[in-house]
């Protein structure tokens, strides 16, 4: 991301495009290769066997700079062939070859599979100041990905910007939004690649939009600077990019529980009864949010002394019913002489400024505001600093908003002075960046502070790479079932861009949901890896309780099934710092080539980890026509069994949201809790869902808040299961903690007649029988236990031990 743009070369005035010439000379200096064309300057570097590095400018290259990428080039065996014609570079993954006459770029299989190629004709090409790399565009190509975008699963057709904005109420087909990631995934003929546009200007991505020749990538500022993936899985392409542009540090266990969000919760008062009113009702929450009524006239550090007369008493309050405090941080810091942040800032001058080097002002909610530069080492220092204010009081949450940057009239000054970590540049280049390096700021500032507790951020913008600091919302959605569906594939979008931690508005942030909407947003809500109900000012309450005792007990049911799930997703995430693959999934990443996955019935299904397979639907639709792909299907409710390959219709009232899950699926549950860190009863339940297929799982535990995980403090244990061998299979454990649970119930699905041996004993099965779907504590109406399906299901109970345990069947 090579943030200078001056030009040096001469063309004509005529000459408003100027494609990259032919190859004049080249060359190696170990894994890069320079080369010279006769209109710029280029340079290829083997990043890994499957990755390669291509920059281009029409100036010498520079020291390459990029808030985005952190993997660096792994030492790589290839070997470079040079002929009259080309030049080919060969790893053990993928072949790279660059024509001479004119100079082209294209990528190949080994076995010689075109993946990706430039436009014969067109290529790189510069016009006027912009910069675009025009591709091949294959007959029914596929393209997924670019993060938080509106639109279908599969972008062919359409084109995006990267700027971002802040876009209240954003219409369903509204592009650019809040953040930019310039990532995408394209898929054709059996292959699939990803390349990262690292630039972090504005761009523009057209995949095949107002022309039938080609797609194509456009910065407007600075070099082209892509990497390109090649792999033969989509995962393996997300855990390359992942390498290259960072993966999230392990959450916060209490930040994957339910949050509740309002703007604006206030007095001290009705936040505390709002907490006494969650655990009355027995409907488990993690997280309260505080808005911007909670500081001095919206002044960032500070409290309205009225309103929250002891912040400390009341955060303490909360935690003791185990609810944590989350408070809004807005970067603007009025300018006001005597507010101890507005002089601070201005003495140690962090702020970022115009060109004459005076402050740059702009109006937000305290009034006219600075803004600290956080593409200056000092002012994210500074930044952190600030945070002894709310960390010393006992906050542990910081949600990031209006850092688009937003002010009032919406027209950031383009001149606007940047450091951009000492490279220089304005608005046209930190614009995208700034929200990334609040959230940056904000990460290491609170985690300084938190005495080894791990802090939780989330914010509404960003730029690749922000996984490594942030969790993100899809912004100020709106009350509608599109809205819902379409935060679905924001979601998804954002998982395969590399942004595991994501969510949306539950309810919409903008307008009044139905009792029937918000029954079924919260149901899906339950399955995305960020889990918040929000509502916007001078809107109807959006509690569970708000819509009725009906929609009330589905909200309960819903919310307690995330707490049962927590072993299942905090493996999950645990996978997502491993490796990157994202919590939610949409079909195209396990399934890329299967048509209907892109079909727009069936685009917003989604697994939840490897396991669960989620089918959202609209409020108003009380059946769903759902694509099961290939393997065989397990009813969440009923245990009823599926072939894959096939469309089904199956009932779905709003308390019943199609779920199924993979066959060969190993799902770890725990009894309810009212909050994450709660502990629950003492017995591990491993449901087992029988298969063709052999499966593993990698479950996982820690202490949920701390970084001791990072010490060896944590337990792992690999979970096999194997049908051809009919073992299943608990592997040592290892790690030095102990888990909290003393048993495990190991529940067998879909097992017809099988006898189970245990250290070459046969167990005695026992039976137990439940109604998947509002049980009895929840909520007592006949209305809902007619029909309902009974799951009969087989287990039996053995001691948790750390060592290897087997149990097999015949």
Known sequence: MLLSYAFVLQVSSQDFNVSAGDLKSFKQNGQVLGIASSTGFYQVEVISPSIIHVRADQQKLEENFSYAIVGKAQKSSYTLVDSNSEIVITTDSLKTVISKKPLRISFYTIAGELINRDEPAFGITWTEHEVTNYKKIFDGERFIGLGEKTGPLDRRGNGYTNWNSDTPGYALDADPIYSSIPFYIGIHDSLCYGIFLDNSSKTHFNFGASNTRFSSFTAEVGELDYYFIYHSKVEDIIESYTFLTGRTPLPSKWSMGFQQCRWSYYPE?????????????????????????????????????????????????????????TLIVDPGIKVEAGYPAYESGLKQSIFLKYPDNTNYAGSVWPGLCHFPDFTNPASRKWWGDQFSAYTSVGVEGFWNDMNEPATWGQRFPSLVKFDLDGNGGSTLEGRNVYGMQMARATYEGAKLKMSGHRPFVLTRAGYAGLQRYTAIWTGDNVASDDHMLLGVRLVNSLGVSGVGNAGMDIGGFVGNASSEL?????????????????????????????????????????????????????????????????????????????????????????????????????????????????????????????????????????????????????????????????????????????????????????????????????????????????????????????????????????FENASFILDGTVRSLLTTSYHPVFPDDIYRQELYYANQDVINAVYFVIPNGRGEMKISWK
């Open 518 to 750: 918000f029954a079924r947003w919260i149901s899906i809500g339950a399955f995305t890896p960020f889990f918040r109900s929000h509502k916007s000012i001078n809107m109807k309450a959006s509690e569970p309780w708000s819509y009725g005792e009906e929609t009330e007990a589905i909200a309960k049911y819903y919310i307690r099934l995330r707490y049962k799930l927590m072993p299942y997703l905090y493996s999950t995430f645990s996978e997502n710092a491993l490796n990157g693959m994202p919590v939610a999934r949409t079909l195209a990443i396990e399934h890329p080539f299967e048509a209907k996955v892109y079909d727009g019935a069936f685009q917003n299904q989604f697994m939840f980890g490897d396991a669960l397979m989620v089918a959202p639907l609209s409020s108003t639709a009380m059946s769903a026509k759902v694509f099961l792909p290939h393997g065989e299907w397990f009813d969440f409710y009923s245990d009823q069994k599926f072939p894959g390959n096939k469309e089904i219709v199956v009932d779905a009232p709003l308390y019943r949201l199609p779920v199924f899950v993979k066959a060969g699926s190993i799902i770890p549950m725990q009894s309810v809790v009212q909050s994450a860190m709660e502990a629950p009863a003492d017995t591990l339940m491993l449901h087992i869902y029988y298969g063709n297929e052999k499966n593993e799982f990698t479950y996982y535990e820690d202490d949920g808040e701390t970084f001791d995980y990072e010490k060896g403090n944590s337990l792992t244990r690999s979970i096999i299961f194997d049908p051809l061998a009919k073992e299943l299979i608990m592997k040592e454990c290892e790690g030095s903690y102990a888990s909290i649970f003393k048993y495990v119930k190991v529940i067998f699905h879909g």
């Open 269 to 325: 008062s009705e936040v505390m009864d709002l907490a006494r009113t969650f655990r009355e009702k027995e409907i488990p929450l993690d997280v309260i949010y505080l808005d911007i009524h909670f500081m001095d006239s919206y002044k960032i550090f500070t409290w309205n002394s009225d309103r929250f007369p002891d912040p400390a008493r009341m955060v303490s309050g909360l935690r003791k019913m185990g609810i944590r405090t």
